[in-house]
């Protein structure tokens, strides 16, 4: 029985590692992937790209501009001077927003009559559109108080110049002071980053268990293997067990890279996230060994991995917040493995968060294991008899 | 070419589709699942984010700030707490995402004409989201302070000159991330389509031996090319459909522009990925491998490089560079610029040439593939 296992497993390991180019694509996809996610995947926006079209010309306008280059957000992409050329300038999407300030902007201002200045936001994108709302109206707005205390002042140095006594009308400011905790930068990289481990490790074990068992099936060399006297249960231990050492592997590779190139501060303890990545494994390899169970050829296999893949990773939180889903996904997405495990791995990794906090999630993550290798090793059995 | 020998071939790999329902099934479903998920239930828009407030100050003008909070469908307040400690836990638990706390001094202040101020706290760990609401939450204080300082100016017979932001949104209004989101995803069904089924085709006959069958036979290189992507290609039109449909109809994604227009660049862009998708199966004899090797040179691109959810513009100048080689990046444009823009040839010509360049040169180099395979 040992020797047999011994056996299996070297075949698969041989079977698995034997081609340079097989060899490659264990560490490429995994790197590769981190890179492009760590660099690609971002939602800040950093610098956005506007519009400047000034009707007033006058220095009130110009100081308006100043405001918003001082404010180190904004990337004056051009000057329109007329409708037609910012119309272009939207539609061929070279600017995320045009600031429009209409003549007769610093008569109002001097006047004191309440104006407005308009920004119009190219909202294809509508993540970026409201964040840039946002940037443009807190310009604006401190332009605004700038200019009413600017006036205010001026009209005491006059009162108190007409000697009608001290006049003492400061008006009271209040700001917020914002303290943000876990990622104090809002940088979305060491959000994104832990995301970008999970799904690695998810689609690496689930395809390329669900391929290489029905590869045999495919080729014909599952017939010989059942003519051995190889047991079932020794078959899905040998089957599976590379791909537990591969998803470990990438999981460790992926995350290295993360320390080292990506600087992602990881506060948590190793030890738990190594645990619950082997927890997590029992899901996916039993996920794919269930794929392997409904699919005659690797095509199938694919199809069915990518069509399983998508929603899991979809609605496991990583680049969507469940919080924003409806009620019902929200619901769903309990019944989601990738979810648990992607908490646990943000948890760990940004929030330093320990056995304490997160068992709850590595319950779920346990039942959810045993039940779907129990079930798929069943179906397993029955087809092989 | 041979139009013959091509059709033969195209109605070989048209039979080995139907053939496979199961495969073909999951083929039309992808879009389906893809677009019901992304449409129904993801979406980046943030509004009544989990607040708590802690208000030390307990006065007319404390409640008057958080009136503020309430009145604003962008928070929700979940539980009004008298320490800091409620507030550690809820935001471990991620029970809540910001907290507004009140300092004592808040009306005393106010009172003297001191400047005073309001403490936020944020849940940082999704980054995006936080943002978003710490431009929201400073915009409650801000107009708070902008409306103390309206009575005092009046009073001082001054006439407050406040300038306002008048924001206007074009070609989404309501700001709607469906929209945004289901133009780009018709784009990356198709490179999933492409990088699935395509990179297979010519793996699966080296796998299974009938490669040699292939070659013995007179059909060229360049028509076993053009065979296999034709019959693939009804498969990928089909789920373009689908989700055309789906899009515009279920989910309301306004069409602006030319719905021929859009076809045809989408039939371009088709073609492009399918001969990518074969390319990449001639160089690999063995379906695994094909398949990994597909997903990480058309999809994960197109899901990642094109503009799909993250911007190209907040990306590092190297990874910038790299996305002016993803064709996805360019028809995205096009099929936003139609979908959201109306925007027709005269606009668009120049993605739509990259398309047809792009394509050519992937099927040249598919076909070459295949040749020399066959030496």
């Known amino acids: ?178 303290r943000v905790w876990f990622n104090p930068d809002l940088r979305s990289r060491n959000y994104f980053i832990p995301g970008v481990v999970v799904n690695i490790i998810t689609l690496v074990t689930l395809s390329l268990t669900a391929m290489a068992i029905v590869r045999e099936k495919e080729i014909g060399t599952m017939e010989q293997l059942m003519v051995t006297p190889i047991r079932p249960s020794e078959l899905i231990i ?66 069915a991995t990518s069509l399983f893949f998508q929603p899991f990773f979809m609605l496991s939180g990583f680049t969507f917040p469940i919080r924003n889903m409806p009620q019902l996904a929200q619901w769903l997405t309990w019944l989601n493995p990738v979810r648990y495990f992607m908490e646990i791995v943000r948890g760990v990794f940004l929030q330093g968060a320990g056995i304490q906090a997160l068992w709850p999630q590595m319950v779920a993550l346990a039942i959810f294991g045993v039940t779907i290798l129990w079930l798929s090793v069943q179906r397993f059995h029955k087809q092989l008899e | 070419m041979n139009y013959r020998r091509t059709k033969a071939i195209a109605r070989k790999e048209m039979l080995h589709i139907l053939r496979d329902p199961r495969s073909l099934t999951a083929a039309l479903m992808q879009p389906l699942v893809m677009l019901l998920i992304f449409g129904w239930a993801l979406s980046l828009d943030v509004d009544r984010i989990p607040t708590f407030v802690y208000d030390m100050s307990q006065t007319p003008e404390s409640r008057e700030l958080i009136r503020g909070f309430r009145g604003s469908r962008y928070f929700a307040i979940q539980e009004e707490v008298h320490a800091y400690r409620p507030i550690d836990q809820a935001i471990d638990k991620r029970a809540c995402l910001l907290a507004v706390v009140i300092p004592e001094d808040f009306a005393k202040n106010i009172g003297l004409k001191q400047p005073t101020r309001v403490q936020l706290l944020l849940d940082g760990s999704d980054s995006n989201t936080a943002a978003i609401a710490q431009g929201y939450a400073e915009a409650v204080v801000a107009a708070y302070s902008q409306q103390l300082q309206v009575p005092i100016q009046t009073q001082s017979g001054n006439i407050p000159a406040t300038v306002n932001a008048d924001v206007r949104v074009w070609y989404n209004p309501d700001l709607l991330s469906s929209n945004f989101i289901v133009p780009g995803l018709v784009v990356v069904i198709v490179m999933i389509i492409a990088a699935n089924l395509g990179s297979l085709t010519v793996a699966r006959e080296w796998e299974n031996g009938t490669m040699e069958q292939l070659l013995s036979t007179p059909a060229r290189p360049a028509e076993l090319a053009l065979g296999k992507l034709s019959a693939y290609f009804v498969v990928g039109a089909a789920d373009m459909l689908i989700a055309l449909i789906v899009g515009v109809f279920i989910f309301h994604v306004p069409l602006k522009g030319s719905v021929t227009l859009l076809l045809v660049s989408s039939s371009i862009f088709l073609f492009g990925a399918l001969g990518l998708g074969i390319m990449v199966s001639a160089m690999f004899r063995s379906q695994l491998m094909a398949y990994q090797m597909g997903t990480l040179i058309s999809f994960l691109p197109a899901f990642l490089l094109s503009g799909f959810i993250y911007s190209i513009g907040n990306m590092p100048r190297v990874i910038q560079i790299v996305s002016l080689f993803v064709p996805a990046r360019y028809f995205m444009e096009v099929a936003r610029g139609i979908f959201l823009k109306g925007l027709g040839v005269e606009l668009l010509w120049f993605n739509l040439l990259l398309l047809i360049v792009y394509a050519g040169i992937v099927f040249y180099f598919a076909a070459r593939k295949l040749r020399q395979k066959v030496a």
């Not at chain 1, 308006?64 to 280059?69: A, C, R």
């Not at chain 1, 559109?129 to 604006?140: E, L, R, T, Y």
């Not at chain 1, 190139?261 to 506060?267: D, I, L």
């Open chain 1, 1 to 178: 029985m040992k020797q047999r296992l011994r056996r299996i497993i070297r075949k698969e390991f041989i079977q698995a590692l034997r081609d340079p180019r097989m060899r490659s694509m264990l560490f490429l996809p995994p790197l590769i992937q981190l890179m492009i996610f760590g660099y690609a995947a971002s939602l800040d926006v950093d610098n956005a790209k506007i519009a400047w079209m000034d009707q007033d010309h006058t220095p009130e306008s110009r100081d308006l501009l100043s405001e918003f280059q001082g404010s180190g957000r904004f990337i004056l992409a051009g000057f329109p001077n007329n409708e037609r050329a910012m119309q272009t300038m939207m539609d061929r999407g070279q600017v995320d927003a045009v600031i429009r300030v209409l003549p007769g902007f610093a008569r109002d201002v001097k006047r004191g009559r309440t104006t407005s200045v308009q920004v119009l936001l190219d909202g294809t994108n509508s993540n970026t559109a409201s964040i840039v709302s946002g940037f443009a109206g807190q310009c604006i707005a401190r332009y605004s108080n700038r200019s009413m205390q600017g006036q205010q002042k001026a009209k005491l140095v006059s009162a108190t110049e007409s000697a009608e006594g001290p006049v003492t009308m400061a008006a009271p400011q209040v700001a917020s002071s914002t």
């Open chain 1, 238 to 303: 040998g089957k599976t067990l590379p791909f537990v050492v591969v998803g470990v592997w990438d999981m460790l590779l992926v995350m290295a890279a993360a320390l080292l190139v990506f600087h992602v501060p990881f506060r948590g303890n190793f030890w738990l996230l190594f645990g619950t990545t082997l927890l997590f494994l029992l899901t996916t390899l039993g996920a794919g060994l269930f794929i392997s169970t409904v699919s005659k050829t690797q095509q199938q296999a694919m199809m």
